[in-house]
């Protein structure tokens, strides 16, 4: 497993945008990179993910909105959101899946995304 470290949320207006940042404590270079969120009384969804070979998944409702990035030099994910709604609210967290697997097992503590209307 590997230790990850999310920083970069905050409060925002909607329409305005935040880079939510992740740091692993290791080379994640093979690893499936994957940004999840959890919003009050909801259920843990997977909202953007990027391969070791750098292709992206969104959700449906961040597609156009948010992009995943990696910097494996660096050992970062990046996560650009633009056009936030209050609805984008949650707690964002980064997880990282073993080479070749989609079970995401190791987890960041998870960083607070606040967009007031």
């Known amino acids: 497993q590997v230790q990850l470290v999310e920083s970069g949320g905050g409060l925002v207006q909607a329409g305005g945008s935040l880079r939510l940042s992740c740091a692993a404590s290791?080379?994640?270079?093979?690893?499936?990179m994957g940004w999840h969120r959890q919003a009050p009384g909801q259920q843990r969804e997977l909202v953007a993910s990027?391969?070791?070979?750098?292709?992206?998944n969104y959700a449906d409702s961040v597609k156009g909105r948010l992009t995943i990035s990696r910097d494996n030099a660096k050992n970062t994910v990046d996560l650009q959101m633009n056009n936030l709604k209050p609805e984008d609210t949650a707690i964002y967290y980064c997880?990282?899946?073993?080479?070749?697997?989609?079970?995401?097992?190791?987890w960041g503590q998870g960083t607070q995304v606040t967009v007031s209307s």
């Open positions: 290791r080379s994640i270079r093979f690893n499936t």
């Open positions: 997880a990282a899946a073993p080479f070749r697997s989609r079970a995401f097992n190791s």
């Open positions: 990027i391969t070791s070979d750098a292709t992206t």
